[in-house]
């Protein structure tokens, strides 16, 4: 194959790439729920400097993995399951996780284009892509309902449903400080995702969509995302769920290599 002149199907690359095992599943899937878990009992139990760190992770695993491929239904999930979880994970963060699908899936149909709000944030100066991480997700929900998507229902009873949770955390502020705390804490992780997730991964005035996203390699990119910088592989090949993301990295670097595309790394 001439890696120079067109990109390899899934097909070719192995469709290995697209199997997750039960355990990998079952790990994933429960994950942001048992960190809510763990969350509770640090902060109950006086490890507060502890609990902190698991809203940010939720923060990662949620909207960078998990319910991204619950968005794309790479996990090949019962449909009810699927959308099921999409709703309950991402309320977890108080976020409409069908909003979420709406925005995520507009932005690989439309980025760069003005139509992509998730995207927006890439042609923009670092102080306006900070400050429209205040209210990406509110106007990602209102967006999506003007959409009138099949799920239009379900997008406002999960914004309704995040705006109760929300109310009642910070009510129960006058007997303990914890669910105002993890609701602070999970809101200002979105609102660092334009910076994340748009911002230090697109470029808006790449010439296609290989040149559109950035390439990350390096060990020390690696720790410091969590195994979450293979955006460009992700949005060359979306079906493949992230546990497989390094996989489908490596065997796509001669590809990159041939197009001339060097990748960004950090010290190693």
Not at 48 to 59: D, E, G, N, Q, Y
Not at 98 to 117: G, K, M, Q, V
Request: some cysteine; glycine content about 6%.
């Amino acid at each position: 194959m001439d890696y120079g002149q067109t990109l390899p199907l899934l097909d070719e690359l192995g469709r290995d790439l697209l199997h997750v095992s039960v355990w990998q599943k079952g790990f994933a899937l429960t994950l942001p729920f048992a960190l809510v878990v763990a969350y509770a009992l640090l902060w109950a139990t006086g490890y507060w400097w502890a609990a902190l760190m698991c809203p940010v992770l939720i923060s990662v695993f949620t909207y960078g993995s998990v319910s991204h491929d619950l968005v794309h239904r790479n996990l090949k999930l019962p449909r009810w399951l699927n959308e099921m979880l999409l709703t309950s994970i991402e309320m977890l963060t108080l976020r409409s996780g069908h909003a979420y699908r709406a925005s995520h899936l507009n932005h690989h149909a439309h980025f760069p284009d003005a139509s992509d709000i998730e995207g927006a944030a890439a042609g923009m100066p670092l102080p306006r892509a900070i400050l429209d991480g205040v209210t990406l997700q509110f106007r990602i929900w209102i967006w999506a309902i003007r959409r009138n998507s099949p799920h239009r229902r379900l997008i406002i009873l999960e914004g309704c449903a995040a705006l109760v949770i929300g109310i009642l955390c910070f009510a129960s502020a006058w007997w303990t400080l914890g669910p105002a705390v993890y609701c602070v804490m999970v809101l200002c992780g979105a609102w660092i995702f334009p910076i994340v997730t748009v911002v230090i991964p697109h470029r808006a005035d790449g010439v296609d969509e290989l040149h559109q996203t950035r390439l990350f390699r390096g060990k020390m990119f690696s720790w410091l995302a969590l195994e979450h910088l293979y955006h460009l592989e992700h949005h060359l090949y979306p079906q493949v769920p992230h546990q497989n993301w390094p996989k489908l990295a490596r065997r796509l670097d001669p590809v990159f290599r041939s197009r001339g595309i060097a990748p960004l790394k950090l010290l190693f």
